[in-house]
């Protein structure tokens, strides 16, 4: 009995071995993940954690930790916590449950731990959001930010690659966006439409995206939206120079940078990014010069000016 009993136990342990590694053949990363957010987005209310939801999606918990940490940006414990406090702001809005009600119904055990987990997540008790004294807006499951990965010394990490920037001059609307306001992304949106609109470039026209001058401990950046100067003759620079105040040339120096490619919403990358940069840094060794430009995004075309693009971070050339 103890040998067929240790038989059975290698040969599910081989089955579920070649099944990951199938797995791993040909399933994206990305359909493994999505996968996963459905699953969670539909069991809030029951258990969740990192060896129930590799089972459920039948690949390993350290495979799985590897992706979705990868792919999201964030552990799986922080983005399960972070979609159950988001479906309490839905329940908490109805006022149809107490707060200990919805607590026990999302997994929380007390009212005292939903409490400090609201607070510590949105800045405020639970009790603020049924009052409606703040405003509170639930929000739907995040995109995954699609860009390839590489496998850097057991550590999966953004794939990019270390190149010179060989400098270019713009003419571009410059302007001022606060991280911390929730209208910079309609901002950043309605100055590339504006410029866009105005010049009838065509659609192969490159452009770029330079975020510069944050200052420590702030979350304001200058932001300029540029197309090459070239690209315009006199006439159409003095057009546009009537036409908007904060048109201006800028020239973009020879740097090295780090270049990462990007698809999905372009004002969507922000804390994915900041997490994939700073585990490429650490592990890579790169180290940021001294410089008013903190990045760089470029579009190839302006056909897909929102959603696939190029970010490029200045690294010091001594790093190389």
């Known amino acids: 009995m103890i040998v067929a009993s240790s038989i059975s136990r290698v040969y599910l342990l081989m089955k579920k071995t070649l099944a990951i590694q199938k797995l791993e053949d040909i399933m994206d990363y990305y359909d493994l993940v999505e996968d996963s957010l459905s699953y969670i987005e539909e069991n809030l209310d029951k258990p969740l954690d990192l060896e129930s939801v590799s089972n459920k999606l039948n690949v390993s918990r350290f495979y799985f930790h590897r992706i979705f940490s990868a792919v999201m940006g964030t552990s799986l414990n922080h983005y399960i916590l972070s979609r159950r406090l988001n479906a309490s702001l839905q329940m908490i809005l109805k006022e149809n449950d107490s707060l200990t009600d919805i607590a ?15 607070k510590r997540y949105y800045g405020y008790p639970p009790s603020h959001a049924r009052l409606k004294s703040i405003s509170f807006q639930p929000m739907d499951i995040p995109q995954i930010i699609r860009r390839p990965f590489k496998n850097l010394n057991g550590t999966l990490i953004t794939e990019f690659n270390i190149a010179a920037f060989e400098g270019i001059s713009l003419l571009g609307l410059a302007f001022e966006i606060d991280l911390s306001s929730d209208d910079y992304k309609t901002k ?79 004002l969507e990358i922000g804390d994915v990014f900041k997490t994939d940069f700073a585990k490429t840094a650490r592990i890579s060794r790169l180290e940021i010069p001294e410089t008013d430009i903190e990045l760089i995004q470029e579009f190839e075309t302006i056909a897909h000016i929102m959603n696939h693009y190029h970010i490029l971070v200045p690294i010091k050339e001594d790093t190389l």
Do not use: W
């Open 104 to 118: 026990y119904a999302l997994g929380f055990g007390t009212q005292a731990s939903f409490t400090r987990a609201f």
């Open 188 to 266: 950043i949106r309605s100055y590339v439409k504006e410029l866009i609109h105005a010049t009838s470039m065509p659609i192969t026209t490159k452009s770029y995206l330079v975020y510069s001058n944050c200052q420590p401990n702030s979350s304001k950046f200058r932001v300029l939206f540029g197309i090459p100067i070239d690209l315009f003759n006199p006439d159409q620079i003095q057009q546009l120079k009537r036409r908007f105040s904060n048109i201006h040339p800028a020239k973009l120096p020879r740097m090295y940078c780090a270049r990462f490619v990007y698809a999905g919403d372009l």
